[in-house]
């Protein structure tokens, strides 16, 4: 008789949670879902890693390009060589995420600081979890569907693998504890996702402080003409100012914590 009377319920029942009508109640539940777990956790700060999917780790490049076929074409070859060169982007993303989880657990706080947090899945976003469990750090996946690619990897700590449908409140629950950004090399998304932040900052929507990183000169410059933007007009040139460039995990390491304890770390840590 219950569980007769919960199906009349429309708060129970799948196919009006499905519908238009209750999208509203989705998008609230991609709200309250993740702030419960969030909560839960004690985590008010994070540092997120955007970055591609497709970025393989050395040794799995290393591998691909042992394994392949004698009679591979040129354009199977060059592929093959290329993931093994930009490879160096998935080690240096694990590096760095190592490197800023041992630095969060060193801070004097029962809180859960500097979260290391990434989209959840393979590539840059594996690597990133990947450094903050091999510091013995928690870190967290915001993941999605996608038709594609895999949406969750091994190295999100238990119960913090976040799933979303909808890709505003994923954007959200990125940039709404971040305390600094790493973006590397990526696609659509990764690009979706860099400049609708400097957007935001820009436009001061976002009015934190937010020490951003773009990792790797040779891509960001190759991939966004920042000097001719600025010749146009169409952005001003302290707007170059809303980022930094690195092409190590030092000089990015030191950049983020420098910001944030010049910023958000004055006196005793809480």
């Known amino acids: 008789m219950a569980k007769e009377k919960k199906k009349n319920r429309f708060y129970y029942n799948e196919d009006f949670l499905g519908s238009p009508q209750g999208r509203s109640i989705r998008i609230l539940s991609e709200y309250y879902g993740p702030l419960k777990k969030i909560k839960k956790k004690k985590i008010y700060d994070t540092i997120v890693f955007f970055g591609s999917a497709r970025i393989k780790s050395k040794n799995n490049a290393e591998t691909d390009l042992k394994q392949l076929s004698p009679s591979a074409s040129n354009k199977e070859r060059s592929r093959a060589k290329k993931n093994l060169e930009i490879s160096k982007y998935y080690e240096d993303a694990r590096q760095l995420a190592y490197m800023l989880t041992k630095w969060s657990k060193s801070l004097k706080s029962k809180k859960s600081r500097y979260i290391i947090t990434s989209g959840g899945g393979g590539g840059i976003m594996e690597a990133a979890n990947r450094g903050a469990k091999e510091a013995h750090g928690i870190s967290m996946g915001l993941t999605i569907s996608l038709p594609f690619e895999e949406t969750s990897n091994e190295f999100i700590s238990r119960d913090l693998d976040l799933k979303f449908h909808y890709f505003f409140m994923r954007k959200f629950w990125f940039i709404y504890l971040a305390k600094a950004l ?75 914590v420098k910001y944030i304890e010049e910023y958000k770390l004055k006196g005793p840590n809480f």
């Open 182 to 256: 790493v973006v590397w090399p990526g696609g659509f998304g990764t690009l979706d996702e860099v400049m609708e932040l400097l957007t935001l900052i820009q436009t001061e929507k976002i009015k934190k402080q937010l020490p951003i990183v773009l990792y790797g000169s040779e891509f960001w410059n190759s991939v966004v003409n920042w000097n001719y933007l600025v010749e146009c007009g169409t952005i001003s040139e302290q707007d170059l100012d809303l980022f930094h460039i690195a092409d190590s995990v030092d000089d990015a390491y030191n950049y983020i």
